[in-house]
């Protein structure tokens, strides 16, 4: 992330922590990083935690990874990785690393695509259509039509579909929290979609790597302006100091990169999402007991995000107006 050409996707936040909470300065930073966001479908935040403590979260990662837990069973990952839930305990719920003011405000105001919500895939896939031949606009999610549709698939979404939240509110909500580890010698992923359906904006991934990054040690590289079928030709490898966190949409196609060194590569993984999502995972992907944890995490998160989706209401309204206006000038 050093380079000049790779200035654009990346958002400097070492002087986050130094900035009290409510100045200029840190709406300022806010707004670039969305901007980045959305524009390219992922932004680096660029040593907004502290690399000293970041740091010891590679030991604890590789002691939780290499411990058998009841209930509890790790899951192979594309190209030789292998991942699991994180307890719901010390270190990983500390306030500064989960419940993060930058991040939770930029998934308050980036999350926005509720078309899963009560929709079967040929409803949804109806949908991506719609916003495409509307120009690809973000801020399309936020108008009337995409928004969720009443009846039992809202109420009780299908088995593989996100259950967050709750069917009385929209937006965004704390979906599963995961380490993954990739071994010596891994190959690199072929480019891919973490999600298909219902498009960009709906879920967002948070990666906080906790083994120094490397250009070959396994980081992600991604392909800038494919959350809006955008291909540029290139990609982005993202390897920034420790003690940064990534955003990235999970529709934006990606991989990891190969590891060509002698040792594994850590990283933490959280997901934020909207209901009815089709991610795959039920609640015993990672085991009986991984439910227990993922219900825990989201009893800590969800109530502070949520305060967050409702500080930004009045911008998403906004929002919303714009995009009607423009899509009634089409």
């Known amino acids: 992330c050093a380079s000049p050409a790779a200035s654009s996707f990346i958002i400097d936040c070492a002087s986050w922590r130094s900035t009290a909470r409510g100045e200029t ?10 901007a980045v966001l959305k524009t390219n479908g992922f932004v680096v935040l660029e040593r907004l935690l502290s690399p000293e403590d970041v740091a010891p979260l590679e030991t604890e990662a590789v002691q939780y990874l290499d411990t058998k837990h009841e209930g509890l069973m790790k899951q192979p990952l594309r190209a030789n990785r292998q991942q699991l839930t994180l307890p719901c305990k010390t270190p990983w719920t500390s306030d500064w690393l989960i419940k993060h003011e930058l991040v939770l405000e930029l998934v308050a105001r980036y999350v926005c695509n509720n078309l899963a919500g009560g929709r079967t895939q040929e409803e949804q896939q109806s949908g991506l259509v719609q916003w495409l031949m509307a120009g690809a606009e973000l801020d399309w999610f936020r108008l ?17 579909c996100s259950e967050v939240g709750n069917a009385d509110e929209k937006g965004p909500w704390l979906g599963r929290v995961m380490v993954t580890k990739t071994p010596p010698g891994s190959p690199a992923q072929k480019h891919h979609r973490d999600i298909n359906l219902p498009g960009p904006s709906a879920q967002l991934t948070i990666q906080v790597a906790l083994t120094p990054l490397i250009a070959n040690n396994g980081p992600l590289g991604y392909v800038p302006g494919s959350h809006r079928m955008g291909m540029p030709g290139y990609e982005v ?18 991989r990891g990169i ?6 594994h590569r850590y990283a933490m993984y959280y997901e934020f999402e909207t209901r009815g999502l089709f991610g795959g995972y039920t609640e015993d992907h990672f085991g009986p007991r991984a439910a227990e944890h993922t219900y825990a995490f989201r009893a800590t998160v969800d109530p502070e995000l949520r305060s967050w989706v409702d500080r930004s209401t009045p911008a998403t309204t906004a929002a919303a107006s714009a995009a009607a206006s423009r899509c009634r000038s089409c």
């Open 25 to 34: 300065k840190r709406k300022d930073m806010a707004d670039q990083a969305l």
């Open 144 to 160: 009337p039509e995409a928004m969720p549709k009443p009846g039992r698939l809202w109420d009780y979404p299908a088995e593989g």
């Open 237 to 254: 490898i993202a390897n920034p100091p420790l003690g940064s966190v990534v955003l990235y949409d999970s529709f934006v196609e990606h």
């Open 258 to 263: 190969e590891n060509h060194t002698k040792q």
